[in-house]
């Protein structure tokens, strides 16, 4: 253990470089970090290699449009069972050109935004104050955990005798779907709320209202986002029971009509463009929560 | 008269089983005017739940905890809580954070800015004013949480703990700051810690205090001038002191 080993311990006292307490300021060590690494490559290369991450879609894509024509040698009926990605494209075209499409696409999306958007203003105040007030949780726990099983499509000719038949009745359902995840993330949020942000907040002064809006609020929107995005997500979903009944148009429509017709074909384009809206619109309000939170980004 | 005054409180807690637990029995003690005041003690002696009640976050079962004469009954800014897990608002940047209370107070705009660069640069954080807590570093934090507490002005400084989750280094660092911004801003202190050699570096006096139920047994006057250095016989020989005792209390009396 002891005895020269050798080694000489040589103490540099000069101030370590860049790290003293009144060196650089935080902005000139962002610049010389930035100067350290490489420049990130350009634009088109960037969405190239994220394109490339898209191997497993297209190849199901390839290996779908294979399956059906294959299997349409095989048995004719199979075009009808399962028509190709091909198909599903010319008839994509084909509603374009009659000019209908787009209004499908357009009507769904309307009813989906006023279905989730009463889903947020009513549901996200509702949750937080179940969330703020334990006595309030406790008097409306058991009503909402009694609606919440019942399936929206149970709703439907209830909702036909309120509302009539229109819009109303449609968004009503997709409204039912997306309120209960709405409730609950906004109750969970702000109950979550850290214990000692609180006493922080009542500590330097605030209470009640300002607390509420300064604390609890603040604290409460990373739950809040997750219940709109699944909210949103499940009204979505709920977009054919929505539009079941006596809507002129949809998506949801196009699909439960096309059955009448026999048009499986119209059948799948409604299924893909459903899930392809779905991911956009998913996309989207994460890009809201984004710009809400800029201090909660990365985790 | 002492400015703070802490007599026969008790505090019952009750568990997640629902039943009645004795956290605090008849602690009783005084602080003075400008000094700082360490409890110190082995976690779960109640020492938290002690400081909860000075701050207000909580009230006595039994006795009354009274500052300057008047009664403890809620939060406020005559006493403001540095919290062991800096309890920085995550939403507020540094400046923000910093003038949360002096809002509350509602300072006029121009003596809110002037404060919360006073405080900024007295912490040391100039150049941080903009960035959210998650982009600071522990120290860091914990800086920005004794700026906030320190800006509202409070008569006496309840700290819980508040080097505990620091490495060493900056541990022993964060203390001497403190000390400096003592003896700078002149505030009454009243620290937590496990740390014996923590309360002994910082104190005038060092409260002891022995779980279950906890109770402080002795009060033991630091006559030291500062800076300390914790290397010095007299200061080893004090740790060593308290040290002895409290495994005396803690371990002798019981079965283990």
Known sequence: ?299 | MAQVSVKDVSKVHVSIKGEPVLALHEVSFQVENNEFFSIVGPSGCGKTTLLNLLAGFERPTRGELRVGGGLITEPGWERAVVFQEYALFPWYTVAQNIAYGLKRKKLPEAEQRRLVDHYVGLVGLRGFEKRYPRELSGGMRQRVSIARALAVDPAILLMDEPFASLDIQTREFMQDELLKIWQRERKTVIFVTHSIDEAIKLSDRVAIMTPRPGHIEEIKTVDSARPRDMTQPAMVQLAAEVKRWLRQQLFESTPA
């Not at chain 1, 998506?251 to 074909?265: E, H, K, Q």
């Open chain 1, 1 to 299: 253990m002891d005895g020269d080993l050798g080694v000489r311990l040589e103490v540099d006292t000069r101030a370590p470089r860049g790290t003293g307490r009144d060196a650089a300021s935080p902005e000139s060590l962002s610049r010389l970090a930035a100067s350290m690494v490489p420049p990130s490559p350009p634009a088109w290369r960037r969405a190239l290699v994220q394109l490339l991450h898209l191997w497993l879609l297209v190849l199901f894509v390839v290996v779908w449009e294979l399956a059906s024509v294959l299997g349409e040698r095989l048995n004719p009926q199979l075009s009808i069972m399962l028509p190709p990605p091909t198909a599903v494209f010319s008839a994509a075209q084909d509603l374009i050109g009659r000019g209908v499409l787009l209004t499908h696409i357009a009507d769904s999306l309307r009813r989906v935004l006023v279905a989730v958007g009463a889903a947020a203003a009513l549901g996200v105040p509702l949750g937080l104050a179940m969330g703020w007030s334990s006595a309030f949780r406790r008097a409306m726990d058991p009503l909402i955990e009694f609606i919440r099983p019942i399936p929206p499509l149970a709703w439907i000719p209830l909702s036909i005798l309120w509302f009539g038949i229109g819009d109303t009745q449609n968004e009503y359902i997709i409204f039912l779907a997306a309120f209960f995840p709405v409730v609950l993330n906004s109750m969970a949020g702000a109950r979550d709320v850290d214990t000692y942000l609180v006493r922080a907040g009542l500590s330097l002064g605030a209470r009640r209202r300002d607390l509420f809006l300064t604390v609890v609020l603040p604290g409460s929107l990373p739950n809040i986002f997750t219940g709109l995005r699944v909210g949103l997500g499940i009204g979505w979903m709920a977009l054919v029971a929505g539009e079941l009944v006596a809507a002129p148009t949809g998506l949801g429509y196009m699909i439960n009509n096309a059955r009448t017709l026999f048009r499986s074909d119209y059948i799948l384009l409604g299924m893909v463009l459903i899930g392809l809206l779905g991911l956009v619109l998913d996309f989207l309000m994460r890009q809201v929560a984004r710009l809400a939170m800029p201090w909660y980004q990365g985790r």
